[in-house]
């Protein structure tokens, strides 16, 4: 079975870190303190920690450390937010025929674009010639009338007619007006104009056209099906101007501001990001969630959006510079957060009358460093670590601020700083 040569080597390290513990034989050179008391001062001497490790290239290669800057980033603090796309009314219409009839022809499908006023279906009912040939026979009526009021009017000039007969001849004559209008507005509505109706070019279908400019997002009938007012042929939404409903709670309603913009992703999609703008905050909570509606302008790039789609929004509440590492180079430890900066110190060391010095004359039972030969070759980089605390995080980055002394242009680890970190942990804080 293939071993994880991370883990190969953390397992290695402790191997070796726990057998550098172990106290000597007698006569191996080393003295060994037996009394209690020099046990106690023994302990008492390793209670000192130290943030300083020294790793070798070696090691540095086998785990995969990588070194990198601290970087100044332009990182936002956001509230997040579920919402979903609507279309506001104005942006969407149903398309129906103001008279009923059988649908003929539909030569649009779910998901065509459409223009306003174009045809979208056509329907037939033997009313409709009706109502052009009452058209037609109103228009004859009109010119009898004409006459028939005229000829009133001279023999009423004359003397020679009754006045009564001139008031019918006029009272008709408005009638067939009025109803010549009627039949007029009605034409119109059909979609025919009432110029071109004639005796030889009656219609007896009608179009259906589109009352706005969008996309077909629901199809209510098929061809051969009955149509009338009530019932709406294709619904069409224009998604030009797609709103994003935003739920925001309470807590986080003091910090939303008409004008704030907000990155939303689609849930279903979370790779391509999309922008917003706030333009109204409801001013109730919706059901029992205790939220409240955020209505925002969806900006820039709708390719792909459409009315209903769920989303997820991140709402900016600052824009602020500041220094930033990789999520990775943090290392978290006692509930404290760290960092490790490559560092030109040197380690804490304690030797014997051999070379290896104990304080104050100390007797330690020393163990040997695995790292001394290649020290000795000034082949190890030196790491210190340093306690920061986290700012804001956002896309891979979290803002810090060094608790302890981070000089300026350190490299960190951006990487591997969990192996470093176990490594002080077995050695008890010291590098022998």
């Known amino acids: 079975m293939k071993i994880n040569k991370h883990i190969f080597f953390a397992l290695s390290l402790a191997f070796v870190l726990s057998s550098c513990g172990q106290t000597h034989s007698e006569g191996d050179g080393h003295t060994h303190g037996n009394s209690a008391a020099e046990a106690g001062h023994a302990e008492e001497g390793h ?37 979903v796309l609507s279309v506001p009314n104005n942006n969407k219409a149903n398309a129906s025929s103001l008279y009923g009839g059988v649908i003929k022809t539909m030569p649009v499908q779910l998901g065509d674009r459409v223009r306003k006023g174009q045809v979208i279906a056509t329907i037939s009912n033997p009313q409709f010639i009706q109502v052009q040939e009452e058209y037609l026979t ?11 009021l005229q000829r009133q009017e001279e023999l009423n000039a004359g003397n020679a007619g009754a006045r009564k007969n001139l008031q019918t001849a006029s009272s008709t004559l408005n009638t067939l007006r009025t109803r010549r209008a009627s039949l ?24 259906v056209t589109s009352p706005i400019a969008g996309t077909v997002s629901n199809v209510f009938a098929k061809i051969g099906s009955y149509v009338d007012v009530s019932s709406p042929v294709l619904e069409i939404v224009d998604n030009s101007l797609l709103h994003l409903d935003l739920q925001i709670f309470e807590k986080d309603l003091p910090a939303i501001k008409v004008g704030q913009l907000v990155d939303f992703t ?63 180079a943090i290392v978290e430890a006692d509930g404290k957060y760290y960092v490790f900066v490559q560092t030109d110190k040197e380690g804490e060391e304690h030797h014997d009358e051999e070379g290896h010095k104990h304080e104050e004359g100390e007797e330690h039972s020393h163990a040997h460093n695995d790292n001394d030969d290649v020290k000795k070759a000034g082949n190890t980089i ?6 920061v605390a986290k700012g804001v995080s956002e896309m891979g980055y979290t803002a810090i601020t060094a608790v302890g002394n981070l000089p300026a242009g350190a490299k960190v680890v951006v990487k591997g700083g969990f192996f470093i970190n176990a490594k002080l942990s077995n050695t008890g804080g010291h590098e022998h």
């Open 138 to 148: 109103i228009a004859g009526q009109i010119v009898l009338a004409e006459q028939e």
């Open 184 to 207: 007029q507005q009605q034409i119109q509505l059909m979609g025919l104009n009432p110029a071109s109706v004639s005796s030889g070019n009656l219609r007896a279908s009608l179009v």
């Open 382 to 387: 030196n790491f210190e670590k340093v306690e």
């Open 47 to 83: 209670e000192e920690t130290s943030n300083m490790s020294a790793l070798t290239a070696e090691q540095i290669a086998a785990v995969g450390i990588k070194l990198g800057d601290i970087e100044q980033k332009n990182l936002i603090n956001m509230i997040k937010a579920n919402g």
């Open 266 to 328: 689609i849930t279903n999609n979370p790779t391509n990001r999309f922008s917003a703008k706030v333009f109204s905050i409801g001013a109730s909570f919706e059901g029992d969630s205790k939220s409240v509606a955020v209505h925002c302008t969806v900006v820039g790039n709708k390719e792909g959006l459409i009315d209903g789609m769920n989303t997820v929004g991140m709402i900016s509440l600052d824009h602020v510079m500041s220094p930033a590492v990789p999520n990775e």
